[in-house]
């Protein structure tokens, strides 16, 4: 046993205080940048730099390594060094109102002309209704109404002397102009017309038709004179507005002379203005109920305004967006509406509102995968517009509606954007696999590591990294010894003694908390013990069903025997993980074997307890028995095995040499050490191979023994594969050094059985037999008298039914 014990030296690699040239960790310049994702930082460099169509970018690893702090940092480096994209915004299209014109200005010119259209529209309110109300415009106004008034006296006047030249009288009543006869100059009322003789009412009568016939010449030409004046009022108030709005258009123009796009939007402007002159004229309230006033009509002076929709003008380089919550509305943008009268909902270009895309457009754009994939619509919405190179706004409910309202449709704006986006490896091949277009639009993935080397330069990295983290969030510095217990820790974590955890957010928080501790005894540094009290207090917080198993244990309800010896029986390993914590436990593991051609059953997996991998382990069972056994001769046995007071599902090939050895020890019948634990998968050639959670597995027995009895006897056989694995606490290391607690390593499954049952394993001679004492002797002679008597039992039944079948 002693030549396969592990010394205390190796069961953890320690750090030293010696190793570092600083006292505390405020000596040290803090960290910049990623550190240990030299693949990851190749990559995203790589990504952030190409040109090429295609080619974002999609960020894997796990959560805590610090992918999206690291992403942001390394993209708003290089974007700095970027030329700041341009402005846009949406104006109103005068020949398609439905569809808003975008217009492309360079940086911090939007606002710029967002101010001056609306200095042009204060001013037009302003300077136009006094125009139009000036001295001068009533004089031509009123000159054009007297010119129209006195042309339209002579008519009237001409019409009135051939009327009394005929004996007749012109008057106007409400219901419109009349012509009455008259006898000296007095009109003639019906009964005074009955009692004239016949000849005399029908002269009255041609003579009464004439009239009314220059009555409606007069009236069509007094028409033509109204339309005429009305015409020259307009032309009038015309040449007035122009007079006032085009000077001050010219003046913009001056000014935008090199954007075309907006030259030609002035131009459209202006015709509006001088077409809608009314608007600017001052607005009177109708009342259509008592107390109740709306406007005579809305104002279209709207039309006029810029909705600046993306504004680069405070940007330094590159924008970097980071979108919380990608909605398809937040990454394309909305259309939102106001409430106007009775319940109805308008909206206009001014309130169309700028998505991420539109942002970070001529940048970068950083998004969570999962919380794209969570919103409906979100996924689609940015994979068109990155495979259409625009972005197109539109109303997701109109998929939804049975009777669709029209809306406004605002042109596409060209895009020209790196995303990033962050996930799991999970959700990148589940994307890679199913989603055909995903691999032709995120060409590069940067995939962060869990795990660093352990070297010289990650250790400084590390002692940086906490300096950083120190100043940053003001906790106290950490003096020589307590980083090294901080490294201690990242090398638990990565469960490796040359490797180091990138999971810097673990590390954090038991800084953080270590800070913590140091507060509450006033002390000035943190120390080494205050990250021992912040490791411990993590773990009481979480232990809570770790110990009710130790107790559980302890007082015999979970049977595990951790002294004397028994045959077919062997105490395995599991590890349980529960949220953030993990701990290993013991199980009682057991075999038989008898006479029968049933070969090996798996007790787990006929009651579909075992997953996949843990029935692969053990067929591999029957592979090594009939390699090892069964090479010149038939084995015929059967055997079951099973993992007792187990009734959740098993899984994973760690416990396979446990099952192999207690199945040895049954057809051996040399009893098993039961205070030794055994962990680790063995292959068909017996190899033993590395497990997973040795630490916590090799601590779980530890504290199982220390909860019922430590004898100085007790121990865990593990791979020997895993020897560089072993990062163990403490109190653990203390008690090997003590004698009280021992670790074997072993490559075999030779070697491990002559540490459970003290008797040799054996090796075949020349002829293919074994040495007689040793284990796999007892075992090949097990296996042959098994064989025998199922031959023997086999061959008395076979004659008792055929005298059966003869009688």
Not at 162 to 179: D, R
Not at 342 to 364: E, S, V
Not at 697 to 708: D, H, L, M
Not at 750 to 758: H, Q, S
Request: aromatic content about 8%.
């Amino acid at each position: 046993m002693k030549k396969y014990e592990i010394s205390p030296e190796r069961l953890k690699k320690e750090c030293t205080p010696k190793d570092f040239e600083f006292n505390t960790t405020a000596d040290i310049v803090p960290l910049e940048g990623i550190i240990g994702q030299e693949r990851a930082k190749k990559s995203l460099e790589f990504g952030l730099r190409i040109k090429s169509n295609g080619y974002n970018i999609f960020v894997t690893g796990i959560s805590g390594t610090g992918r999206t702090t690291s992403v942001e940092q390394t993209v708003r480096k290089i974007a700095k060094s970027q030329p700041i994209p341009d402005d846009w915004c949406y104006l109103y299209n005068f020949s398609n109102p439905d569809t808003p014109t975008a217009l492309r200005l360079p940086k911090g010119k939007a606002v710029i002309f967002k101010k001056d259209m609306s200095a042009l529209i204060n001013e037009l309110q302003t300077e136009l209704p006094k125009k139009l109300e000036s001295q001068l415009y009533e004089e031509h106004k009123n000159k054009i109404i007297k010119e129209f008034q006195n042309k339209r006296d002579e008519l009237f006047e001409e019409l009135e002397n051939t009327a009394k030249v005929s004996n007749f009288q012109i008057k106007k009543t409400p219901s419109g102009i009349v012509i009455i006869p008259t006898i000296e100059g007095k009109p003639l009322e019906d009964e005074d017309i009955e009692k004239l003789t016949a000849e005399a009412k029908e002269d009255i009568k041609k003579k009464q038709e004439i009239l009314y016939e220059k009555l409606n010449l007069v009236s069509r030409e007094v028409r033509k004179l109204e339309k005429t004046a009305q015409q020259k009022l307009s032309e009038l108030e015309t040449e007035t507005a122009k007079y006032t709005i085009e000077p001050r258009i010219e003046e913009l123009k001056e000014k935008y002379k090199t954007f075309p796009s907006v030259l030609k939007y002035l131009d459209d402007v202006q015709k509006d203005m001088i077409d809608n002159i009314d608007d600017f004229k001052e607005k009177k309230e109708v009342e259509i109920l008592p107390g109740v006033k709306l406007p005579e009509r809305l104002s279209s002076l709207f039309k006029y305004q810029v909705n600046v929709f993306v504004d680069n003008s405070k940007t330094q380089g590159a924008p970097v967006i980071k979108e919380p919550n990608p909605t398809s509305y937040n990454l394309s943008g909305k259309i939102e509406y106001r409430p106007y009268q009775y319940g109805a909902m308008i909206t206009d270009f001014t309130m169309i509102k700028a998505g991420a895309l539109h942002k970070a457009n001529g940048g970068y754009l950083i998004l969570q995968t999962l919380d794209v994939l969570k919103n409906y619509f979100a996924w689609e919405t940015l994979k068109r517009a990155i495979k259409n190179k625009e972005i197109v706004i539109e109303d997701l409910n109109e998929q939804f509606r049975l009777i669709n309202t029209s809306t406004l449709k605002p042109e596409p704006i060209p895009l020209d954007v790196k995303i990033l986006l962050i996930g799991s490896p999970f959700l990148f091949y589940l994307l890679f696999d199913y989603d055909e277009d995903f691999r032709k639009l995120f060409k590069v993935r940067a995939d962060f590591s869990t795990l660093m080397d352990r070297d010289r330069k990650s250790i400084l990295n590390y002692a940086a990294f906490i300096s950083k983290l120190c100043k940053e969030e003001g906790l106290k510095q950490l003096d020589r010894e307590a980083v090294c217990r901080i490294i201690e820790f990242g090398s638990r974590i990565a469960s490796h003694q040359n490797k180091l955890t990138t999971r810097f957010i673990e590390i954090a928080d038991i800084i953080r908390e270590a800070n913590f501790w140091a507060i509450s005894e006033n002390s000035e540094t943190v120390q080494k013990k205050h990250v021992d009290i912040a490791l411990e207090e993590k773990i009481f917080r979480s232990n809570l069903i770790e110990k009710r198993i130790e107790e559980l244990i302890r007082e015999g309800t979970i049977m595990v025997d951790t002294e004397g010896e028994t045959v077919g029986q062997v105490n395995g390993l599991a590890v349980f993980t529960l949220g953030d914590y993990s701990f290993g436990k013991p199980s009682r593991i057991t075999a038989r074997v008898y006479i029968g051609r049933g070969g090996m059953i798996n007790i787990e997996r006929e009651v579909k307890l075992s997953g996949a991998i843990h029935n692969k382990g053990f067929l591999i069972l029957t592979g090594y028995i009939g390699e090892k056994y069964g090479d010149n001769k038939p084995s015929v046995f059967s055997a079951s095995i099973c993992f007792e007071q187990m009734y959740e599902e098993i899984d994973g090939d760690s416990a396979s040499s446990t099952e192999l050895y207690a199945l040895l020890s049954a057809l051996s019948g040399l009893p098993v050490k039961q205070g030794i634990a055994v962990t680790g998968s063995v292959n068909q050639k017996g190899e033993v191979q590395a497990i997973g959670g040795v630490n916590e597995k090799i601590e779980g027995f530890y504290y199982t023994c220390k909860a019922k009895n430590i004898t100085g006897e007790q121990g865990v056989i593990i791979p020997e594969s895993n020897l560089k694995h072993l990062m163990l606490k403490d109190e653990v290391i203390e008690a090997v050094k003590q004698g009280k607690f021992h670790i074997w390593a072993v490559k075999t499954i030779d070697e491990g059985i002559e540490i459970l049952t003290g008797t040799p394993a054996g090796t075949k001679d020349e002829k293919g037999n074994y040495p007689a004492g040793t284990v796999n002797y007892l075992v090949s002679k097990k296996l042959e008298k098994l064989t025998k008597n199922y031959l023997k039992y086999q061959k008395i039944t076979e004659s008792s039914k055929r005298r059966e079948k003869k009688s």
